[in-house]
């Protein structure tokens, strides 16, 4: 018997007899023999040998999140889930290792980096909200076991423009066993067409055109899904302004329908309950400035304007994330 294992004794009497105790194993994974002897009454004996495998935990990800210590274990739906998130910081895209020493069945959640926004042109002028960068659910996935690491990487934010004659930055790529979340497109400037991207930019103002969506929605993969929206249009000042950008849940309205971005996403990967991703930016007008973009929630930026003869502030988008759960 391995050393970690618990048996009964010659002689022991039940209905059933189990063995236990917590594997051990050198390495990321070793084939531990063993043997049971089947006796009866008259000493007659059968013993048959057996072989266990134990085999690491997939490893990577960040220590902790959120207040919480990863990897993490939770429990929904009568079934325990161990989780592993990755995240990047600001517009510093980040890259690391996911392990997996045997085939893995899971479900994974990756959003890109969102949209950022830019300086509004002076008296009353505005720029669209930014994109939400693309998201892509995949579930009951199977990862193959393999001698080399994953490579897992979360996109950084768009870095916010400068001057009103600059755009904000689309956000960076996220992407994981071989599937891509596009960055959110970056807000335009005044009289400049919203940029495309995982999620498009809402439209300047005067009555320029919404970024369409880039992001792959993945529709010949079984139980994997893309998502990604249109930003909204701009329309020329007072009667709009410029549009929201898209989001993963819905497009961006336009100028002249309110302006709002286009809506997050649930999802429950985390934590096991539903939480919001890749919201689109909100395009505005009149004196604003803008909140920054809550990192992996609200993604894309909002737009900027002012009607008090200056140039509006701007804010990078927020960066992406990647998270993966598993059964235990």
């Not at 693309?134 to 690491?149: E, F, R, Y």
């Not at 959110?184 to 995982?198: H, L, Q, T």
């Not at 020329?236 to 302006?259: E, L, V």
């Not at 930016?281 to 400035?289: A, E, R």
Request: one cysteine or more.
């Amino acid at each position: 018997m391995p050393t970690w294992m618990t048996h009964f004794t010659d002689g022991a009497t039940g209905t059933s007899q189990n063995l236990t105790g917590t594997p051990t194993n050198t390495g990321t994974s070793e084939v531990q023999n063993f043997n049971i002897i089947i006796r009866d009454s008259e000493n007659q004996s059968h013993n048959r040998d057996f072989s266990l495998t134990v085999v690491d935990f997939p490893a990577g990800g960040e220590s902790s999140f959120s207040g919480v210590s990863y990897p993490n274990t939770y429990t929904s739906g009568g079934v325990t889930y161990r989780v592993h998130v990755f995240t990047a910081s600001g517009t510093t895209s980040s890259t690391s290792n996911f392990e997996v020493n045997a085939d893995l069945v899971c479900d994974f959640l990756i959003v890109g980096g969102g949209g950022a926004s830019t300086h509004a042109e002076g008296y009353s002028g505005s720029c669209g909200g930014a994109g939400a960068g693309g998201m892509v659910v995949g579930t009951s996935q199977t990862i193959l076991a393999s001698s080399s690491p994953y490579s897992i990487t979360v996109g950084g934010g768009g870095a916010k423009g400068t001057s009103v004659s600059s755009m904000g930055g689309n956000g960076s790529n996220s992407s994981a066993f071989g599937y891509t979340a596009i960055g959110g497109g970056g807000s335009p400037d005044y009289g400049s067409d919203g940029a495309s991207g995982g999620s498009g930019a809402g439209g300047s103002e005067p009555s320029r055109s919404a970024g369409s969506s880039t992001q792959d929605t993945y529709s010949g993969v079984t139980n994997v899904t893309g998502y990604g929206n249109a930003g909204g249009a701009g329309h020329s000042y007072p009667s709009g302004g410029s549009g929201g950008g898209g989001g993963a849940n819905g497009a961006g309205q336009g100028a002249t329908s309110g302006r709002a971005g286009g809506a997050g996403k649930t999802n429950a990967f985390r934590t096991g309950s539903d939480e919001t991703y890749a919201k689109g930016g909100d395009g505005k007008d009149g004196d604003f400035s803008p909140s920054a973009p809550t990192a992996h929630t609200g993604n894309g930026s909002d737009g900027v304007s002012t009607n008090s003869g200056d140039n509006g502030g701007s804010q990078d988008g927020a960066s992406g994330i990647v998270i993966i759960r598993y059964a235990i």
